[in-house]
């Protein structure tokens, strides 16, 4: 685990790496174009990486190719795709994906569409919807569309549950 560990923070490393080196080329032609010297530039306004990851107000993204399904999973953050390398590496896990489920619940008048982040297969039958957490920013919306994917979860005959930092590697 702990190559894991040092290749995605390698992978860190690199796309900030590319994104101040961006940046600063981005910088620099928009005062060159002011000027009139520059015949425009190639910045998309989003950094590229060499390993499929990009990284946007902070916030890291890409594509990671499993070893296992041999299918190109969007992760949305660091702690999504440290999840996916987890389960890619552990013997336990059948199969696992992007959920399609979208489970609905309300807050107050307001009707709103809950998307958990992984879908789960283990090699014992056992079914898990995976929601990857970092930080709760709205703790009341939180909880509800928590109650609401374990209700989900109940009707189907699978588990629901919430990883945070340190569950990251934990396969069981």
């Given at each position: 685990?702990?190559?894991?560990?040092?290749?995605?923070?390698?992978?860190?490393?690199?796309?900030?790496?590319?994104?101040?080196?961006?940046?600063?080329?981005?910088?620099?032609?928009?005062?060159?174009?002011?000027?009139?010297?520059?015949?425009?530039?190639?910045?998309?306004?989003?950094?590229?990486?060499?390993?499929?990851?990009?990284?946007?107000?902070?916030?890291?993204?890409?594509?990671?190719?499993?070893?296992?399904?041999?299918?190109?999973?969007?992760?949305?953050?660091?702690?999504?795709?440290?999840?996916?390398a987890a389960l890619d590496s552990s013997p336990l896990v059948k199969s696992?994906?992007?959920?399609?489920?979208?489970?609905?619940?309300?807050?107050?008048?307001?009707?709103?569409?809950?998307?958990?982040?992984?879908?789960?297969?283990?090699?014992?039958?056992?079914?898990?919807?995976?929601?990857?957490?970092?930080?709760?920013?709205?703790?009341?919306?939180?909880?509800?569309?928590?109650?609401?994917?374990?209700?989900?979860c109940r009707t189907k005959g699978w588990t629901y549950r919430?990883?945070?930092?340190?569950?990251?590697?934990?396969?069981?």
């Amino acid at each position: 685990m702990r190559l894991r560990k040092k290749s995605i923070s390698r992978i860190l490393r690199a796309t900030r790496a590319r994104s101040r080196s961006l940046t600063r080329t981005s910088q620099k032609s928009s005062t060159s174009t002011s000027t009139g010297t520059s015949q425009g530039s190639s910045y998309s306004g989003r950094p590229a990486s060499p390993y499929g990851a990009s990284l946007t107000r902070g916030y890291l993204h890409g594509i990671y190719t499993s070893t296992k399904t041999g299918q190109k999973e969007y992760f949305e953050s660091s702690y999504e795709l440290r999840r996916f390398a987890a389960l890619d590496s552990s013997p336990l896990v059948k199969s696992w994906g992007r959920s399609k489920a979208r489970i609905r619940y309300k807050m107050g008048k307001r009707k709103r569409r809950y998307h958990p982040d992984i879908f789960v297969v283990y090699h014992d039958g056992r079914i898990f919807l995976e929601e990857v957490k970092g930080y709760v920013f709205n703790r009341r919306q939180f909880i509800k569309k928590n109650a609401m994917a374990n209700f989900y979860c109940r009707t189907k005959g699978w588990t629901y549950r919430i990883l945070y930092e340190k569950d990251l590697e934990q396969v069981l």
